[in-house]
């Protein structure tokens, strides 16, 4: 089946850096979604971008569909940014998510 | 536009023991998807329902199942329970095309002693 990527596996930074996550995936697919799981559990949606450029105020996220990656950046990182991300990829006939293992950011005050 | 619910948040079983989970998508998504997240396996799908139809299924026992009502309701139940079945079970509905963008509720914490 896909494999699905994620780099780093955890990164730690000060609070109004910028960051980028990064999303390798092995096979083409028709959808893919940034999330940032919060502290209860909560997948919350970042990003639908099976390909090209999203902003969303301080993160933005791109998808090189033909390459095979997308990559989410957050900058001016807050402590509120805290959290673990994960990328989900849905494959052509296959109607579920295959997710990565997530970056867990975490951002010092 | 209300988002996904799920019941209960939390539970706590015993081995042997069986269990359902209840999920309300967000209105007018007739598809709805169950993920199981532990700390090893990591986000895992289960099974996805359409018009009351499983569509999709993981790869679990078959002590995992699941079924959708007519008003896109959906519960899954898991029969005697083992220790291994601890995790994060989490929600999610769409709009039926398999593409579309999938929306989570906020899980049930099962915890099996």
């Known amino acids: 089946g896909i494999q699905v990527e994620q780099s780093p596996p955890d990164l730690i930074l000060q609070e109004g850096a910028n960051s980028t996550l990064r999303c390798n995936f092995s096979?083409?697919?028709?959808?893919l979604q940034w999330f940032h799981q919060n502290p209860w559990g909560q997948l919350i949606n970042l990003f639908y971008i099976p390909s090209g450029t999203k902003q969303n105020g301080r993160l933005s996220a791109t998808t090189v569909a033909t390459e095979r990656y997308s990559l989410l950046y957050i900058s001016s990182s807050q402590t509120t940014d805290s959290g673990v991300y994960f990328c989900?990829?849905?494959?052509?006939?296959?109607?579920?998510?295959?997710f990565g293992q997530g970056t867990r950011l975490t951002i010092n005050p | 536009k209300a988002g996904v619910t799920q019941t209960p948040r939390y539970l706590i079983k015993t081995r042997g023991q069986q269990v359902t989970l209840s999920c309300s998508p967000i209105s007018g998504h007739r598809s709805v998807s169950w993920y199981q997240q532990t700390p090893g396996q990591g986000l895992q799908f289960l099974f996805e329902y359409f018009s009351e139809t499983q569509r999709n299924k993981g790869n679990f026992p078959g002590r995992f199942s699941g079924r959708q009502f007519s008003n896109s309701r959906s519960e899954m139940n898991v029969s005697t329970l083992e220790l291994g079945d601890s995790a994060l079970y989490l929600c999610a509905s769409s709009l039926p095309g398999e593409w579309d963008e999938q929306f989570f509720g906020p899980g049930t914490r099962l915890t099996v002693l």
């Open positions: 096979d083409s697919v028709n959808n």
């Open positions: 989900a990829v849905v494959i052509q006939g296959a109607q579920k998510l295959v």
